[in-house]
């Protein structure tokens, strides 16, 4: 299984950015895809998940500001962006993991989101 990344980059605060995710391969019919992201200096944490039957989980942080979405037929996840803060900068990674277990088995290359003016 490969999962690739794509469309991080800078914005300004209050801006917006649409990130995906495209898997390949051997994929679980079972499965949950997760964005995490990790700050400079801080550890990894979960931004969003989102399950293939398509239920979602997003971080307090971030409720109400981001979405997350899939597009089964492609096993392609994205992560919405809006209102974006200083604090939502980092490098943010997908992940894919078996409905039932709490690690993720594949992660992405991640993307780098930075929120600056």
């Known amino acids: 299984v490969q999962l690739q990344a794509s469309g991080g980059g800078l914005v300004q605060p209050g801006g917006s950015l649409r990130l995906s995710c495209a898997a390949s391969g051997s994929i679980f019919n079972e499965n949950v895809m997760a964005w995490y992201r990790q700050a400079p200096g801080k550890e990894r944490e979960m931004v969003a998940s989102i399950s293939n039957l398509g239920t979602t989980r997003l971080a307090d942080a971030v409720t109400g500001r981001f979405a997350i979405s899939r597009d089964g037929a492609k096993s392609t996840v994205y992560l919405h962006m809006d209102s974006l803060k200083p604090e939502d900068t980092g490098v943010y990674y997908c992940?894919?993991?078996?409905?039932?277990?709490?690690?993720?088995?594949?992660w992405g290359q991640g993307t780098q989101v930075t929120v600056s003016s």
């Open positions: 992940g894919l993991r078996r409905a039932w277990s709490p690690d993720m088995a594949y």
